[in-house]
């Protein structure tokens, strides 16, 4: 159990050397190394604002979202670039449309709109965005 976080304020992003860097991987990479490519800085502790090196492990995106999974945590798959993602009512019409033509896989559109795959499942079985309808259902 990890009980000393050191936590970073706001949006985990600094300045350092005049660029702009994503201040966990910076962190990261300055303890243990450079990060395999297409990787994620996965928290150890699952404290998401925690900044303690010791706290810290990377992953693959699907590993990343295992552990929300598993944590009952659901956060957007590839997290970094969609953190605040919040689908809009046209995207989860294009999501269920595309369920709807079976045109694309639960992971292809969890990935297109940077959701979690049990955020599409959960479109696709009504409990989320129920009220969404598509066109022809609304006529
Ligand atoms: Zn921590």
Redesign the pocket.
Known sequence: M?T???RSKGYPLSWVGGKKVRLLRFIYEQMHGEIPEGHVIR?????RP???P???ETGTPKQNMNDAIERGRMRPLLGEKNLNSKLTTDQVREIKFSIKNKSDSNYGLARKYGVSEMAIRKIKKGTMWAHVKLEEEII
């Open positions: 990890c000393s976080h050191a928290h150890k502790c699952d404290v925690c900044i303690n010791e706290h810290l």
